[in-house]
């Protein structure tokens, strides 16, 4: 057998600056890689056995090269290489541990399954920010103050559709069937169980209380709504927030769409404004609510594909020195908070609600997106925090039912009156934590025994999928 030869080395630089490289054997092959570089790895991108393309910034390993953009194709593909060059030992096989613990002189500690999958490595700060979002989803449903409340309401849930956005990948679903099987046992399923057990809390117990004691809602027109899915009452009533799941997928499968025959970026791009300026005009003149929040998913589509769009620029975020990063930091901050000053206005997605315009919408959201986004790169991967993140489906579908619950505790058990607490941030931080400590053992048994609730079987629970 020939031998072989190490004819080229490319570094990949990760989304927290974890440099990778790749080594081009001499037979045209991408199949070494090793790690060098401190950190967690934190990739926005697979590298290993199963990519199907990336599309990174590549550098030449320890030079002072400037980097340049390049795409690679999949890793088992043919390069064109020197006339003379054969050869690769055999002993070599897949780019797997082996090859990935090679040198580990250079690493400080092997390298696991999780960085050559990174469907088993958690981004951390995505986690973070998911984390810090459905707190924030939580708390505007509590009684808070108006103004605090609108001001959330202008970013948690296009913030939740940009992060969905981010972890979707074209390549994975090359048929429309394929896209809507996955996503409707992710997506679909759990909305169906939440919705059913929602349902039943609702009739024997929640609709006796309260605001729903003297609406006198006919029981059917929920049932009927579940299968609707929209959140203008009566037809969730008995369980609002769940209009976001329906929605997102409605979403997925749009965007699925117009990624697929509109190819090209100006096409991409001149489609999501298409789609979010129809969505705004069926806010203020649409007869009906369309099935599924499909209306609102033509104002979320813009969201989610940015989100899908926005990895070279978190790219390039991520490649800044700490001055620039800082600099960068505070210039989108203000940015933000000035977009969202100049936005402000009633906005409720749910309900296909926008707020005072078309342009100070978008601008308000996608400038309290921006600070979030900022925010949750300076924030330590907190341990509870990355758990919130990993279960924030469960957190959406349960909050409600968790609220009736905690202030009937601070009613009947504690004396307080719920009226009177109301318009406190003191007391909605309050009930926010009450409803997410009820949800921790509630979530533990979900995993445990029932993750079927959450579109997922027990082998799934070792990697959480990405999406709300």
Known sequence: MASSASIAQLGLIGSNGTVICLRLWSDGVFSGVRICGGGSLNLMFAIAVGV?????????HNCAMSPVSVFLEPVTSRLSVPDGVSGRPASMGNPDLQTLNEDKACTGREVTAAAVNPQHERIAWIDVLKGLTIVLVVLSHTAIDEVEDEVLY????????????????????PRLDGLISKRARSLVIPYLWFALISYILWYFVARHFGRDAGANIN?????LGTFYGVANEPWLTHNTP???LPCLFAVEVLYWTLRRYLPSMPGLVSGLLLCSAVGYWLSLHGLARLPWGADVALTAVIFYGA????????QIYSGLSKRRQAWTNAGVLVLGSAAMWWGFGFVNMSENTLGPGYARFYTAALGGIAACLIVSQQVPPHRFLTWLGRNTLVILALQIPCYGLVKAIQQYGFGVDVEATGGSLVWGVIHT???????????????????????QRRTD?????LSV
Do not use: T
């Not at 202008?154 to 679903?173: A, C, D, I, T, V």
């Not at 989100?307 to 978190?314: E, R, T």
């Open 154 to 173: 202008l970013f948690h849930m296009p913030l939740f559709f940009w992060l969905s956005g981010m972890m979707y990948r074209q390549e994975k679903y």
């Open 307 to 314: 989100g899908n769009l926005s990895w070279p620029a978190m």
């Open 461 to 465: 629970l070792a990697a959480p999928a």
């Open 52 to 60: 199907e393309s990336l599309d990174s910034q590549v550098c030449c």
């Open 242 to 244: 769940l209009w976001f």
């Open 433 to 455: 934590v009450a409803i997410v400590g009820l949800l921790i053992p509630v979530i533990w048994v979900i995993d445990r025994w029932a993750p079927f609730l959450k579109g």
């Open 219 to 223: 029981p059917w027109l929920p049932v």
